[in-house]
């Protein structure tokens, strides 16, 4: 990466490959030159895709000064269950701690489905240590060097090549973890520390998120090994899942955090967008062909979560906190005792929709829209796909013959009932957060998300829409927009009658410390990393903390107050009771400002390229015109009904909105004004 702010000679390249497609977003920040493109993945090499996607935008490596990526590998291994095997140090009495759990049920009114997955280490893979410390850090059984020989002993003889150390209140006191480590790091590959991974209270989670940190450590590091051998000349950079980018090395030590990175960099572009168009309030929608995913995004930067999970295990490390539901383009629709529902189960990229001609026959989200005119049956999608309408009506008969209704009312059903699933998606980012999501700017992207959008935000209240640049292939922007950052949370647990100034000061510093090394080591300045610190409040024997950001140096009496407005704001009330600091958050990044140029036409006014029958209501079809989005010239509007397409992706005006094109090439979507 650049030093300093120093210009950059070669192209800046985000690719984002995913389960289906690479897309690649390439910027020349000094002619200004901007490339786009999407090739099929290839799901079994990864690097490959990389080299395919630089290819076909012609580029090679070595023109490229910043290859910025995120990648599906780790998120794959995990749900696929393709992990490495790890044996566990815990502290002895404890190491049964990932069988113990939590008494909580993955389906509560299901008991012939298991409580839970089974434990990812079983007991003959489980070491126990001799050793104790106390929740404050306080050692109440010393460890010794010969129980550190034994443990690298027993675990040498489970024969694995990752191992997982988390030592009880590790948080507070890692020194024994420091050691044990240092010694099974002379014995094996890859070791995964708590305090280094998950530095906070909850043993269970804390020691499963190790874990599975552990068993993706292999994985990774092949992976990143080959792509830096292979992908010569450009500076490597991986997106990880905070909404950032890391270098290899950080990223092969911490390989977790490179899950769901796809969507991460979706939500690092719009909060790009919305900081570039003055947007305050943002709710992203991202609609692909299995899942949908929503974010909020306010005053530039996205919520963050530490408690998520994947594929059924706990994964507690910072992420954008995104909502995912299983309701894409894709999804199935079926009729059960309740009517009409919209997946989870998907058709898959193979045979895909029915629309699409490859052999599909259940009907999807795409098929209805298919049948409702919105896609265009003359037209190759994205090249390759040349859609199917009659064999999408037929996909929707036997469901509209069981309900005694057209096909045409049927698809218009199927698009009110995934609506209203979406809706329920952004009320959990909004209003179960304290934010009122009629008031923010919907921000849709991916392959369906422009398709669904107004109806959508008709549905939800929101009055206006923006569909970016890029909207096909936004997780490769957000790759190029993404600031080079590193985040940690770590427990601090001080209550507010009992403040102690000097260990709160002394935690931060180290932590700030620790995150700029790094960015050190990349040779940025002291003095272009900013930090960002985030306190995780609660009243005293709450279980839920609340964030509030802060500045340096911490004011307690404004952190205070601070904390109760937002508690305020949120839960509906606020107290004059003790509260704690439950832990901190920091994340030191440095900025990057890449400048995208003017996109739209400038001249000129548009032209249909056909008019065809769309249905958008019960009151039949009406003739709609069809525009090439490229084709716009800016300050271009139109009154729906429209349809503007791209090669990947169809915008839907619907009568009584409008569409205006920007000089960005960004579109905005609103009701007209009566």
């Given at each position: 990466?650049?030093?300093?702010?120093?210009?950059t000679?070669?192209w800046?390249?985000?690719?984002?490959?995913?389960?289906?497609?690479?897309?690649?977003v390439?910027?020349?920040?000094?002619?200004?030159?901007?490339?786009?493109?999407?090739?099929p993945?290839?799901?079994?090499?990864p690097?490959?895709?990389?080299l395919?996607?630089?290819?076909?935008?012609?580029?090679?490596?070595?023109?490229?000064?910043?290859?910025?990526?995120?990648?599906?590998?780790?998120?794959?291994?995990?749900?696929?269950?393709?992990?490495?095997?790890?044996?566990?140090?815990?502290?002895?009495?404890?190491?049964?701690?990932?069988?113990?759990?939590?008494?909580?049920?993955?389906?509560?009114?299901?008991?012939?489905?298991?409580?839970?997955?089974?434990?990812?280490?079983?007991?003959?893979?489980?070491?126990?240590?001799?050793?104790?410390?106390?929740?404050?850090?306080?050692?109440?059984?010393?460890?010794?060097?010969?129980?550190?020989?034994?443990?690298?002993?027993?675990?040498?003889?489970?024969?694995?090549?990752?191992?997982?150390?988390?030592?009880?209140?590790?948080?507070?006191?890692?020194?024994?973890?420091?050691a044990?480590?240092e010694?099974?790091?002379?014995?094996?590959?890859?070791?995964?520390?708590?305090?280094?991974?998950?530095?906070?209270?909850?043993?269970?989670?804390?020691?499963?998120?190790?874990?599975?940190?552990?068993?993706?450590?292999?994985?990774?590091?092949?992976?990143?090994?080959?792509?830096?051998?292979?992908?010569?000349g450009?500076?490597?950079?991986?997106?990880?899942?905070?909404?950032?980018?890391?270098?290899?090395?950080?990223?092969?030590?911490?390989?977790?955090?490179?899950?769901?990175?796809?969507?991460?960099?979706?939500?690092?572009?719009?909060?790009?967008?919305?900081?570039?168009?003055?947007?305050?309030?943002?709710?992203?929608?991202?609609?692909?062909?299995?899942?949908?995913?929503?974010?909020?995004?306010?005053?530039?930067?996205?919520?963050?979560?530490?408690?998520?999970?994947?594929?059924?295990?706990?994964?507690?490390?910072?992420?954008?906190?995104?909502?995912?539901?299983?309701?894409?383009?894709?999804?199935?629709?079926?009729?059960?005792?309740?009517?009409?529902?919209?997946?989870?189960?998907?058709?898959?990229?193979?045979?895909?929709?029915?629309?699409?001609?490859?052999?599909?026959?259940?009907?999807?989200?795409?098929?209805?829209?298919?049948?409702?005119?919105?896609?265009?049956?003359?037209?190759?999608?994205?090249?390759?796909?040349?859609?199917?309408?009659?064999?999408?009506?037929?996909?929707?008969?036997?469901?509209?013959?069981?309900?005694?209704?057209?096909?045409?009312?049927?698809?218009?059903?199927?698009?009110?009932?995934?609506?209203a699933?979406?809706?329920?998606?952004?009320?959990?980012v909004?209003?179960?957060?304290?934010?009122?999501?009629?008031?923010?700017?919907?921000?849709?992207?991916?392959?369906?998300?422009?398709?669904?959008?107004?109806?959508?935000?008709?549905?939800?209240?929101?009055?206006?829409?923006?569909?970016?640049?890029?909207?096909?292939?936004?997780?490769?922007?957000?790759?190029?927009?993404?600031?080079?950052?590193?985040?940690?949370?770590?427990?601090?647990r001080?209550?507010?009658?009992?403040?102690?100034?000097?260990?709160?000061?002394?935690?931060?510093?180290?932590?700030?410390?620790?995150?700029?090394?790094?960015?050190?080591?990349?040779?940025?300045?002291?003095?272009?990393?900013?930090?960002?610190?985030?306190?995780?409040?609660?009243?005293?024997?709450?279980?839920?903390?609340?964030?509030?950001?802060?500045?340096?140096?911490?004011?307690?009496?404004?952190l205070?107050?601070?904390?109760?407005?937002?508690?305020?704001?949120?839960?509906?009330?606020?107290?004059?009771?003790?509260?704690?600091?439950?832990?901190?958050?920091?994340?030191?990044?440095?900025?990057?400002?890449?400048?995208?140029?003017?996109?739209?036409?400038?001249?000129?006014?548009?032209?249909?390229?056909?008019?065809?029958?769309?249905?958008?209501?019960?009151g039949?079809a009406?003739?709609?015109?069809r525009?090439?989005?490229?084709?716009?010239?800016?300050?271009?509007?139109?009154?729906?009904?429209?349809?503007?397409?791209?090669?990947?992706?169809?915008?839907?005006?619907?009568?009584g909105?409008?569409?205006?094109?920007?000089?960005?090439?960004?579109?905005?979507?609103g009701?007209?004004?009566?």
């Open positions: 990466m650049p030093q300093d702010g120093a210009p000679a070669g800046q390249v985000g690719i984002d490959i995913g389960g289906t497609f690479t897309d690649l390439a910027l020349h920040p000094a002619s200004g030159e901007v490339r786009s493109i999407k090739v993945t290839r799901r079994n090499d690097v490959a895709s990389i395919g996607a630089l290819a076909a935008a012609g580029l090679s490596p070595e023109q490229v000064d910043d290859l910025v990526h995120g990648t599906t590998l780790v998120t794959n291994a995990i749900v696929e269950d393709r992990v490495e095997p790890v044996a566990l140090v815990a502290t002895q009495g404890f190491e049964d701690v990932l069988d113990i759990g939590r008494a909580g049920r993955q389906q509560l009114y299901r008991l012939e489905v298991p409580p839970r997955r089974a434990a990812q280490v079983p007991p003959e893979r489980r070491v126990g240590l001799a050793e104790r410390v106390d929740h404050d850090g306080a050692v109440l059984a010393p460890l010794e060097p010969a129980a550190i020989a034994e443990a690298v002993r027993r675990v040498q003889d489970t024969g694995v090549q990752s191992a997982a150390v988390s030592l009880l209140h590790a948080y507070a006191n890692p020194a024994h973890e420091r044990v480590g010694a099974l790091k002379q014995a094996l590959p890859f070791v995964s520390l708590s305090h280094e991974v998950n530095p906070e209270t909850r043993e269970f989670e804390r020691t499963a998120t190790t874990v599975l940190n552990a068993s993706v450590m292999p994985i990774a590091a092949r992976y990143l090994d080959r792509l830096q051998r292979d992908v010569k450009a500076r490597l950079h991986v997106m990880h899942s905070a909404g950032g980018m890391a270098s290899p090395d950080a990223a092969a030590r911490r390989p977790l955090a490179m899950a769901l990175s796809g969507p991460a960099a979706g939500v690092c572009a719009a909060a790009h967008v919305a900081g570039a168009l003055g947007l305050d309030s943002v709710l992203t929608f991202d609609m692909g062909g299995t899942t949908t995913d929503v974010c909020l995004v306010t005053r530039g930067a996205a919520e963050i979560s530490t408690d998520s999970k994947l594929a059924g295990r706990p994964v507690r490390q910072p992420m954008v906190a995104v909502e995912s539901i299983g309701a894409g383009g894709g999804s199935l629709v079926t009729l059960g005792t309740g009517g009409l529902s919209i997946g989870p189960e998907s058709a898959g990229a193979e045979p895909g929709p029915a629309a699409y001609g490859r052999g599909g026959t259940r009907p999807t989200v795409t098929d209805a829209n298919a049948v409702l005119g919105y896609l265009d049956p003359t037209r190759r999608l994205g090249g390759a796909i040349t859609l199917d309408v009659a064999a999408a009506e037929a996909a929707l008969a036997p469901l509209a013959e069981r309900l005694g209704v057209g096909i045409v009312e049927l698809a218009l059903g199927v698009q009110r009932v995934a609506n699933t979406m809706v329920r998606a952004l009320a959990r909004t209003v179960e957060r304290g934010v009122d999501g009629r008031q923010c700017t919907l921000l849709a992207f991916g392959g369906a998300g422009p398709m669904h959008a107004a109806g959508l935000a008709r549905e939800f209240g929101i009055r206006e829409i923006v569909v970016p640049r890029f909207s096909s292939a936004f997780s490769a922007l957000g790759c190029i927009v993404a600031d080079m950052s590193y985040t940690q949370q770590q427990s601090v001080m209550l507010s009658p009992q403040w102690d100034g000097e260990r709160f000061r002394a935690l931060h510093d180290g932590m700030a410390a620790a995150l700029a090394e790094p960015l050190h080591r990349q040779g940025h300045a002291a003095d272009r990393i900013a930090v960002e610190r985030t306190a995780l409040v609660r009243y005293v024997g709450q279980s839920t903390a609340v964030e509030v950001p802060f500045d340096d140096p911490l004011d307690i009496a404004v205070g107050r601070d904390f109760r407005r937002r508690h305020r704001d949120i839960y509906g009330y606020e107290t004059d009771e003790h509260w704690e600091l439950q832990s901190l958050r920091l994340s030191a990044r440095v900025g990057r400002t890449p400048r995208f140029g003017p996109m739209a036409a400038t001249a000129g006014a548009p032209t249909p390229m056909s008019v065809a029958p769309c249905w958008f209501d019960k039949g009406v003739p709609t015109p525009y090439d989005r490229d084709s716009l010239p800016a300050e271009t509007v139109i009154a729906g009904p429209a349809i503007v397409e791209d090669a990947w992706s169809t915008i839907v005006v619907p009568p909105w409008t569409l205006r094109a920007d000089a960005m090439g960004h579109l905005w979507i009701e007209a004004m009566p």
